[in-house]
Nanobody
Framework: QVQLEESGGGLVQAGGSLKLTCSAS????????MGWYRQAPGKQRELVAT???????NYADSVKGRFTISRTTNWSAIFLQMNSLKPEDTGVYYC?????????WGQGTQVTVSS
C-alpha cells in the first residue's frame, strides 16, 4: 500500500504563490499516475493536475498556465507549484496515487487564498 503525505499548504494573498509537496512511500511504480485534487467547502472533490511517468501531464482548465505539476526522478514525490493564486483556489488539496487497482489518498493540506 502506497502512503502519501502532503505539505506546503497555508494562507496566501491573491496573486501569491505556494508550492505543495506530496511524499510517497511503500512501493511507488514508475508506471503510476499521481496527481492533485482539491475540495472547496460545500463542493465535490475535483481534479487539479496529474502526471504519468515524467512527461504526460494533465491540468484542469481553471489552473492551466498558473499551476505546474512535477515529480522526482525516482517517483518518491510530486510537487504542485501554484502561481497567481485566486480566492477560488481555496480548498483542501489532496495527493492521489493510481496504478491499476491500487488507489491511495493523502490526508490533505489546506490552501486558503485571501482577496
Amino acid at each position: 500500500q502506497v502512503q502519501l503525505e502532503e505539505s506546503g499548504g497555508g494562507l496566501v494573498q491573491a496573486g501569491g504563490s505556494l508550492k505543495l509537496t506530496c511524499s510517497a512511500s511503500g512501493g511507488v511504480s514508475s508506471l503510476s499516475t499521481m496527481g492533485w485534487y482539491r475540495q472547496a467547502p460545500g463542493k465535490q472533490r475535483e481534479l487539479v493536475a496529474t502526471v504519468t511517468g515524467h512527461t504526460t501531464k494533465n491540468y484542469a482548465d481553471s489552473v492551466k498556465g498558473r499551476f505546474t505539476i512535477s515529480r522526482t526522478t525516482n517517483w518518491s514525490a510530486i510537487f504542485l507549484q501554484m502561481n497567481s493564486l485566486k480566492p477560488e483556489d481555496t480548498g483542501v488539496y489532496y495527493c492521489n496515487y493510481r496504478r491499476l487497482t491500487i488507489v491511495s489518498w493523502g490526508q490533505g493540506t489546506q490552501v486558503t487564498v485571501s482577496s
